[in-house]
Structures are given as structure tokens and as C-alpha cells.
């Protein structure tokens, strides 16, 4: 008989992690949240929230995808930021 595993998923310090990662690069950039958000087609709230550390918005991959085009950068960067390096 094949046993069931169960797992629990709180994906929200990545999430918060990627959004430190959009507001670093961004800023490197130098980019206004609204700036980013016209650029890659959603509303500078909703890029807030993607930023803001508590709002544990989750981001789509196309969104992920469109961002790191935008910025220049490789989408894994996004994923891997560690704000505390």
C-alpha cells in the first residue's frame, strides 16, 4: 500500500524575500514603483503589494518573468535574493 504524505506550505518569507528583490533592483534601476508597474502592465498598488514584507502577495510567474525583463535581469535572481547577505 502507498503511504499519503501530507505537507504544509507557508510560502510567505519567500514571498517576502522576492519582494526585497523587486524593491532592490528596482531602486538600482532607479525606478519608481509606478514606473515598474507601467512597464510590466499592472497598477503601482499592486506593485506595492508585491514589495511590501507584510503582505505575502504571491507573484505569477509571468509577473516574475516580466519583472526581471524589465529590470535586466535573470528571473533567478529574483528567487534567490537573501536580503540578509
Known sequence: ????????????????DIGFAVSYYRKLKKMTQADLAKAVGISRQHMGAVEAPNMDRAVSLDLLLNIATVLEIEPYVLLKFNPEK
Open 1 to 16: 500500500m502507498t503511504q499519503k504524505l501530507e505537507y504544509t506550505f507557508d510560502n510567505s518569507i519567500k514571498y517576502r
